[in-house]
């Protein structure tokens, strides 16, 4: 019996993603636009802290979003609520955003006149964290709730994001939570990863957060193409 004829293509799909991926930063360098692609399981606070995070930084920049879920337009509802533009992105049942796909948001959204655009990813720690989206940096959410061993079970998300954000500070007392051990095992997976304690309900922490993103963004749109 013939040996079956195995093809793998699963570099393949990735390699042509990639390059699609690093054309959407060029082009967005060339419009000064910095995309933040933010990721996170559901539940852990990411609509909120968005929000927390736009009130702080819209005075100052022009500010996109594009909330990204297999149905329903509740997220991008209340962002646009906030007074920054704001569309829904449906997957048709996929669990990620590709570099294709956030491009056609992009293009949607129209970016030439703003200075950040948040991709708040669909909600989960596996998918979102395969495909590189064209983003400038990647960042996630973990929650208190979730507990500190995540980067134990899901090391891809760690590793690829320069931010991790630990959110629900606030219910810190009532959770068998250890920062230290979130911080340890999470720089076990990536050394350089930047870690922001914070709780959306509360606003604890969240100026340092802030602070770094409108640094970011204030580098990559003056930085020469």
């Not at 996630?140 to 891809?156: A, F």
């Not at 629900?168 to 959770?175: G, T």
Request: hydrophobic content about 40%; glycine content about 6%; aromatic content about 6%.
């Amino acid at each position: 019996m013939d040996k079956i004829r195995i093809i793998e293509v699963k570099e393949s799909i990735f390699a042509d993603n990639n390059r699609e991926a690093d054309r959407i930063r060029a082009e967005l360098k060339r419009q000064k636009t910095f995309l933040l692609n933010l990721m996170s399981s559901p539940g852990s606070g990411k609509t909120t802290l968005l929000m927390r995070t736009i009130e702080a930084l819209k005075d100052e920049l022009r500010i996109g979003v594009m909330e990204a879920d297999i149905d329903s337009s509740v997220d991008a509802e209340k962002i646009a609520a906030t007074g920054v533009r704001s569309i829904q992105l449906h997957t048709g049942g996929m669990c990620h955003l590709d570099a294709g796909m956030t491009e056609q948001g992009l293009k949607e959204l129209g970016t030439e006149d703003l200075d950040l655009v948040v991709l708040e990813n669909v909600g989960n720690l596996v998918c979102p964290a395969e495909f590189d989206t064209g983003a400038v940096k990647n960042a996630m959410i973990l929650s208190v709730p979730e507990g500190h061993d995540k980067p134990l079970k899901y090391p891809l998300i760690f590793t690829v994001c320069d931010v991790l954000i630990i959110n629900k500070i606030d219910v810190l007392p009532y959770f068998d939570f250890d920062l230290d051990k979130v911080r340890e095992y999470a720089h076990m997976r990536n050394p350089k990863l930047k870690i922001f304690p914070v709780s959306a309900k509360t606003g604890e922490g969240m100026r340092a957060w802030t602070d770094w993103l409108r640094q970011q963004v204030g580098e990559w749109n003056r930085e020469e193409i």
